[in-house]
């Protein structure tokens, strides 16, 4: 359905967008222009004119396709049923990392992908601040700034293997317990601050695995085909492949091949260590020692 051109053709649009939406507004938001969908959960104005933007670009770009946003669906939930009809539905996360762009900091990014009766076709992340723009087309490769990439290979056991999580205080106790069972095993852990960036860097081999325990598909859609054309798997806690239009069983886990992702996901649902009581077997009580006898008085 899309080939080169197509995929420069969106591209264009993306870094366009950014630049006329995001990127003026970057370090500039009153506190006016920033509100909560939910406790922590951040939105600018940014957001909303990006994606409104989006929406009308793409769509006259593939005209009977339909949108997927995450702003529109915090407005409407049903607008997730698009992803199940028969129309290709482009899937977009206006900023991705919106903590990161109120704060100031680089680490934020735009994220589209393009799918179609549940099979991702395409995707696009574009990091504006960083000038940094990552691609993937089913069947042709995963890219970042023009130059193909491939995940790396995994190690023999997962002690050391360098895993991307959700920083601990998203964790419910569930999770926790799943996170503390990957550390008994000795992986070393990252937190996430913008899961755009961390699928491009396993994607490019920077990162050995990522777990996931939320399902929007905003969030995973592009980097879930970029990680794949770059040879990685991605598994649900059920074994299958992620379903763009929900009800994953989680974590989600990516990494560089399937023995890794299914290592992890193991891992990940071992119940933790029973705790024992601290014991220590003495011997039985005997008799204390008889005194020293006086030394001998000097002469």
């Known amino acids: 359905m899309f080939d080169d051109r197509d995929m420069a053709r969106v591209e264009q649009v993306v870094r366009r967008v950014a630049a006329e939406q995001i990127m003026p507004r970057y370090g500039r938001l009153a506190d006016a222009d920033v509100s909560e969908k939910k406790p922590g959960d951040l939105v600018t104005i940014a957001d909303h ?8 670009e793409l769509t006259a770009l593939l005209p009977g396709s339909v949108v997927v946003g995450e702003e529109a669906v915090a407005a409407d939930p049903g607008v997730l049923d698009l992803l199940a009809g028969d129309a290709p539905a482009w899937i977009i996360d206006p900023i991705d990392g919106t903590a990161n762009f109120v704060d100031g900091s680089p680490r934020f990014t735009v994220l589209v992908a393009l799918a179609h009766q549940g099979e991702l076709l395409a995707s696009w992340t574009y990091a504006p601040a960083l ?10 490769g995963a890219w970042v700034d023009g130059e ?4 790396r290979p995994p190690g023999p056991e997962l002690r050391h293997l360098d895993v991307t999580v959700a920083n601990p205080r998203w964790w419910k106790e569930r999770d926790r317990r799943g996170f503390h069972a990957l550390a008994r095993r000795g992986v070393s852990m990252a937190y996430y601050d913008t899961t755009g960036l961390d699928y491009i860097a396993l994607a490019r081999g ?11 598909p ?16 991605a598994r649900t806690a059920a074994g299958v492949p992620f379903r763009l239009a929900g009800g994953n069983a989680l974590p989600l886990v990516a990494a560089a091949d399937a023995e890794c992702t299914a290592a992890v996901l193991a891992a990940f649902a071992d119940e ?5 009581p601290l014991t220590i077997d003495l011997p039985p009580a005997t008799q204390p020692p008889a005194p020293l006898a006086p030394a001998p008085a000097a002469r």
């Open 148 to 151: 193909r990439v491939r995940v």
């Open 272 to 276: 933790p260590a029973t705790a024992h």
């Open 49 to 56: 004119a990006a994606e409104r933007e989006l929406t009308r």
């Open 206 to 216: 920077g990162r050995g695995a990522i777990v996931v325990t939320w399902d929007n």
């Open 131 to 140: 000038d940094l723009i990552a691609t993937a087309r089913a069947g042709g």
């Open 218 to 233: 905003w969030d995973h859609a592009a980097g879930l085909l970029l990680v794949a054309e770059a040879g990685g798997v």
